[in-house]
């Protein structure tokens, strides 16, 4: 038997990004509000939003009963003109160089709690077990492996 494992707390918001919010980051954020409900807020965003959802995605997420053929692709640019805050989310989940690069840098974080992580190809993906202590403001934050 396995011993039961403690994780930190669920944050209070999580902001998944990538490339173009057609795959990783849609999956991701359809995935973790399936498993969370309620309990959190969880957004999206690409640094792009130049495509539509992917079909793939789409058919792989409905085999988890996780409803993703509503979804509407949102850039960064696109959450900051609707009024959104980008620095507030307590959990920056970067799927992708470019959206690592684009998004919310530590220096900008307005809650204490702040966290930043960066997931790159062959990573176990459990956000709350990712070592995500907030960085300094000139490092972009660790990546987890």
């Known amino acids: 038997m396995v011993a ?47 495509l539509e959802i992917d079909g793939f995605a789409v058919t792989v997420c409905a085999e988890m ?18 009024g959104d805050d980008l620095s507030s989310f307590d959990l ?13 840098t530590p220096a900008m974080a307005t809650g204490a709690g702040a966290r930043w992580a960066t997931l790159v190809q062959g990573d176990l993906f459990h956000p709350l077990a990712l070592d995500c202590a907030t960085p300094a403001p000139a490092d972009r934050g660790p990546t987890a492996r």
């Open 4 to 50: 039961d494992q403690t994780f930190p707390p669920l944050p209070q918001s999580v902001l998944f990004c990538c490339d173009h919010n057609a795959v990783r980051s849609p999956m991701a954020e359809g995935i973790m509000k399936k498993l969370y409900g309620t309990e959190c807020y969880i957004q999206s965003v690409g640094v792009k939003n130049d």
């Open 65 to 82: 009963d996780v409803e993703l053929s509503r979804h509407r692709s949102r850039s960064f640019d696109e959450m900051e003109q609707w």
């Open 92 to 104: 920056v989940l970067a799927l992708s160089p470019a959206s690592q690069r684009r998004a919310p």
